[in-house]
């Protein structure tokens, strides 16, 4: 989870640490217990351990077949791995009761994978999820995180005696090393409007360098949604407001309002009667085949009608993920048993909205807005006017999200849509 503009914590990308959150090991002893950086024989700039000899670098080739370099640690990635090392980040996922206590569910509920296995727990943070697999019986737990707080994650570890079974590694998944293959993967990687912070790569990386085969990803599946929605109080308290301020006629302001309020995507709680429709699968992944190609840009066409006569004032997204267990996925062609496809009107490249005919099969953890709010809420792109639809009206076109080329954790929105004989374009940016 990683704060856009103007939400919590300044733009995420940017804390200035609390002096008491700089390096500090409370001379605990060494936290990296193995560490390099790809095959390169050097150190990386997040190597600040003791040097200690666990400490490895690579020798020449021993005949095995050299994995591919390292993605470069950019100074994006440098400034996005100090955001986490800031403390209000971590509470916020914490407290967000919904999210840690499904994973704990999910944990809990895949103890069988668990017992007695090795497990990587990629961006461990304060390493919670570490823990919960070790309370639920792993023989071991790789802990991995690039920022700081691997630090406090290896304290909290041995506050609770767990060093002998939760081993904290400081870097980037992508350059640490593990000298074994792990059972199951497990990570909460989900950014906003699931794709932003592009956090998944790193999975993909994990589980194509470490995973067993027939091994248990925790998520095992996510999905993107897109619906139309009407938001008529946000629109009146941003926009309206300036035509009557304490009785002078602000309007001169609306152009100024609209832009400032309107040009990049609000992170925002609404409910079920801000959708003007069903929604629309934008990305469905499955963790065990996505790849980091995939990601780079996803398109989607869309087609709604809407269900109410509304002023329609944009979009919303909004994701869930699943934690099935791999035995459900018996075969690549036959969706999981616990989904069918619901009778779109529309269907768009099989994109459907996939409903759940028995919701207890697979544990899902949702962010939509008609169930309880998470701190991912939902992420909304308003149009700088709304559209007045009838009930029935159809409203169609397409979303394409690609990750942006200044900076691949931000992501481009572009959306093309068209009702009532009118179409228009909308480009933002989610910084
Ligand atoms: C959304 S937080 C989740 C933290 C923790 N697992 C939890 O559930 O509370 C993601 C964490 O992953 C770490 N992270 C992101 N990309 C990483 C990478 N490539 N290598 C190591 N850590 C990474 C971040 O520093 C951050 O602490």
Request: aromatic share 10%; proline share 7%; with cysteine.
């Amino acid at each position: 989870m990683l704060r856009p503009p103007g939400k919590g914590y300044g733009n995420g990308y940017h804390y200035e640490p609390h002096p008491h959150q700089q390096q500090q090991n409370g001379g605990s002893g060494p936290l990296i217990h193995k560490y390099r950086r790809g095959n390169r024989g050097r150190r990386s700039r997040f190597d600040y351990g003791d040097g200690s000899s666990s400490t490895r670098v690579s020798g020449p080739s021993d005949g095995e077949e050299t994995p591919p370099p390292p993605p470069p640690c950019t100074d994006f990635d440098m400034a996005y791995f100090h955001s986490y090392a800031h403390v209000g980040i971590h509470e916020e996922m914490i407290k967000d009761r919904v999210r840690t206590e499904t994973y704990r569910a999910a944990i809990m509920h895949h103890q069988q994978y668990i017992a007695g296995k090795v497990v990587l727990d990629v961006g461990c943070g304060t390493g919670i999820l570490s823990i919960f697999c070790a309370q639920a019986g792993a023989k071991r737990v790789y802990a991995v995180d690039a920022s700081d707080i691997a630090v406090q994650a290896n304290e909290v570890v041995r506050a609770n005696k767990l060093s002998d079974t939760v081993i904290v590694l400081h870097g980037r998944i992508e350059d640490v090393e593990i000298d074994e293959e792990v059972d199951v993967i497990i990570s909460e990687w989900m950014g906003y409007m699931l794709l932003y912070e592009s956090m998944l790569g790193s999975i993909i990386t994990a589980r194509d360098r470490w995973l067993k085969p027939g091994g248990l990803i925790l998520p095992s599946d996510a999905t993107l949604y897109i619906a139309p929605i009407t938001q008529p109080d946000r629109y009146s308290e941003s926009i309206e407001f300036w035509r009557n301020v304490y009785g002078i006629d602000m309007s001169a302001m609306l152009p100024l309002a609209k832009q400032c309020a309107f040009e990049e995507p609000s992170v925002e709680t609404i409910s079920g009667e801000n959708v003007l429709t069903w929604p629309h699968v934008v990305k469905h992944v499955d963790c065990y085949t996505i790849t980091r190609q995939e990601l780079e840009s996803v398109t989607t066409r869309f087609k709604f009608k809407s269900m109410m006569r509304a002023p329609f004032h944009g979009f919303a997204f909004w994701f869930d993920v699943e934690f099935s267990s791999p035995e459900i996925f018996s075969n690549d062609n036959n969706p999981p048993s616990s989904v069918i496809e619901s009778p779109n009107e529309h269907p768009t490249n099989g994109s459907q909205r996939k409903k759940r005919v028995n919701p207890n099969e697979a544990l899902v953890l949702s962010t939509a807005p008609e169930d309880p709010p998470t701190h991912w809420q939902q992420t909304l792109v308003y149009f700088y006017d709304p559209i007045e639809v009838e009930q029935d009206q159809q409203i169609e076109g397409a979303v394409t999200l690609s990750q942006s080329k200044e900076n691949p954790r931000f992501m481009n929105i572009h959306l093309e849509y068209a009702s009532g004989g009118r179409s228009f374009v909308k480009e933002s940016v989610m910084r």
